[in-house]
């Protein structure tokens, strides 16, 4: 007989996955690495460290610097280098941030007025670009030309993963891949490299840099797919974020690819409107929604982070079992239970 399991149900029933672990297993280093990065932010220039400093405390759960952190401890590391090239993967996400909010006019960020919307356009691109000289000057102290080669591509990556979504904004005809393109630059880049100068701090074989790599790429593909997802979903009100910021910028993320594909003429009209031409009305937002409820849109894009953190946990598998691999698969389950 065949039973019958609500999964919903069973997965509340567990307890949670959470960075609990992560934080646990480095939490001294990320103490470290704190220190560091309120040491390297200071400037001569009080608007540097006041800007820089607004958005670097405004929250977020560091994790791209605990990757660091916890592959090199997963490849058994246990020199310092890794806590300043954890800041400086923190940098470059931040300066990142800077951009990101001036290029989308976005006026906040967790909650709180971004820096564009406070300093202005000219402060925040400018303090953005020390940030990243900041992070170039902490790769060059590391003194390893390969790990300089490493987070010096990722931030060339991150500026074409930029150019492209500029490309891609308000065009309703994007591809999926064009889309997956974009994250893979925009996103994954950043986690990709970030776990893998954990391998190369710790001098590891090649097939174990590239282990990670691949399982921070994969990560960062599924963790930005639930980003794009909850967008449009009643979860980001509960995690303290507005609902539709994509949608009203026009922006073109796979749960809209996958809505246009499979509407008809009306619909597609609909998405034109209201992202290629940017004429929405109040009533917009709810709509796009159903549609994209409609066409199992939202579900679908789910579906596709699972299959992304599937082969990021399967990255992990050449390493032994012990408490930073635990910790790592812990991080891809947290990332797609946000959708939960």
């Given at each position: 007989?065949?039973?019958?399991?609500?999964?919903?149900?069973?997965?509340?029933?567990?307890?949670?996955?959470?960075?609990?672990?992560?934080?646990?297993?480095?939490?001294?280093?990320?103490?470290?690495?704190?220190?560091?990065?309120?040491?390297?932010?200071?400037?001569?220039?009080?608007?540097?460290?006041?800007?820089?400093?607004?958005?670097?405390?405004?929250?977020?759960?560091?994790?791209?610097?605990?990757?660091?952190?916890?592959?090199?401890?997963?490849?058994n590391y246990r020199g310092d280098r890794h806590k300043a090239?954890?800041?400086?993967?923190?940098?470059?996400?931040?300066?990142?941030?800077?951009?990101?909010?001036?290029?989308?006019?976005?006026?906040?960020?967790?909650?709180?007025?971004?820096?564009?919307?406070?300093?202005?356009?000219?402060?925040?691109?400018?303090?953005?670009?020390?940030?990243?000289?900041?992070?170039?000057?902490?790769?060059?102290?590391?003194?390893?030309?390969?790990?300089?080669?490493?987070?010096?591509?990722?931030?060339?990556?991150?500026?074409?993963?930029?150019?492209?979504?500029?490309?891609?904004t308000n065009d309703t005809e994007t591809s999926e891949q064009?889309?997956?393109?974009?994250?893979?630059?925009?996103?994954?880049?950043?986690?990709?490299?970030?776990?893998?100068?954990?391998?190369?701090?710790?001098?590891?074989?090649?097939?174990?840099?590239?282990?990670?790599?691949?399982?921070?790429?994969?990560?960062?593909?599924?963790?930005?797919?639930?980003?794009?997802?909850?967008?449009?979903?009643?979860?980001?009100?509960?995690?303290?974020?507005?609902?539709?910021?994509?949608?009203?910028?026009?922006?073109?993320?796979?749960?809209?690819?996958?809505?246009?594909?499979?509407?008809?003429?009306?619909?597609?009209?609909?998405?034109?409107?209201?992202?290629?031409?940017?004429?929405?009305?109040?009533?917009?937002?709810?709509?796009?929604?159903?549609?994209?409820?409609?066409?199992?849109?939202?579900?679908?894009?789910?579906?596709?982070?699972?299959?992304?953190?599937?082969?990021?946990?399967?990255?992990?598998?050449?390493?032994?079992?012990?408490?930073?691999?635990?910790?790592?698969?812990?991080?891809?389950?947290?990332?797609?239970?946000?959708a939960y």
């Amino acid at each position: 007989m065949a039973i019958v399991v609500n999964l919903d149900e069973e997965r509340s029933k567990s307890r949670k996955p959470s960075l609990e672990a992560l934080q646990r297993l480095a939490g001294e280093d990320l103490t470290a690495v704190n220190a560091l990065i309120l040491r390297h932010m200071q400037s001569p220039v009080a608007l540097i460290p006041q800007l820089a400093g607004h958005i670097i405390a405004a929250g977020g759960k560091r994790l791209r610097p605990l990757l660091t952190l916890t592959s090199a401890r997963l490849c058994n590391y246990r020199g310092d280098r890794h806590k300043a090239l954890a800041a400086t993967v923190e940098f470059i996400h931040t300066a990142t941030l800077l951009h990101d909010d001036v290029v989308d006019d976005s006026e906040l960020r967790r909650g709180l007025a971004t820096a564009n919307a406070v300093w202005g356009n000219k402060a925040s691109v400018l303090v953005g670009d020390f940030l990243f000289s900041r992070a170039f000057q902490l790769m060059v102290a590391d003194g390893s030309l390969k790990v300089l080669e490493i987070l010096s591509g990722a931030s060339a990556v991150i500026a074409e993963g930029e150019v492209l979504q500029l490309v891609t904004t308000n065009d309703t005809e994007t591809s999926e891949q064009a889309y997956l393109e974009v994250i893979r630059c925009k996103t994954a880049a950043l986690f990709a490299a970030a776990c893998r100068v954990g391998a190369v701090v710790a001098d590891r074989p090649k097939v174990e840099e590239e282990a990670l790599e691949s399982y921070g790429l994969n990560l960062g593909i599924a963790f930005q797919l639930i980003d794009d997802m909850l967008d449009y979903s009643a979860r980001q009100s509960e995690l303290g974020k507005t609902v539709g910021d994509d949608f009203r910028e026009g922006k073109i993320t796979l749960p809209v690819v996958l809505a246009y594909r499979r509407g008809g003429t009306e619909e597609r009209a609909f998405w034109r409107r209201t992202l290629e031409e940017l004429k929405q009305e109040e009533s917009d937002l709810a709509q796009a929604i159903e549609l994209m409820e409609r066409h199992g849109a939202l579900r679908d894009t789910v579906a596709r982070a699972g299959h992304y953190g599937a082969i990021a946990r399967d990255a992990l598998g050449i390493f032994p079992d012990c408490e930073e691999k635990r910790a790592l698969l812990e991080v891809v389950d947290f990332c797609i239970e946000r959708a939960y």
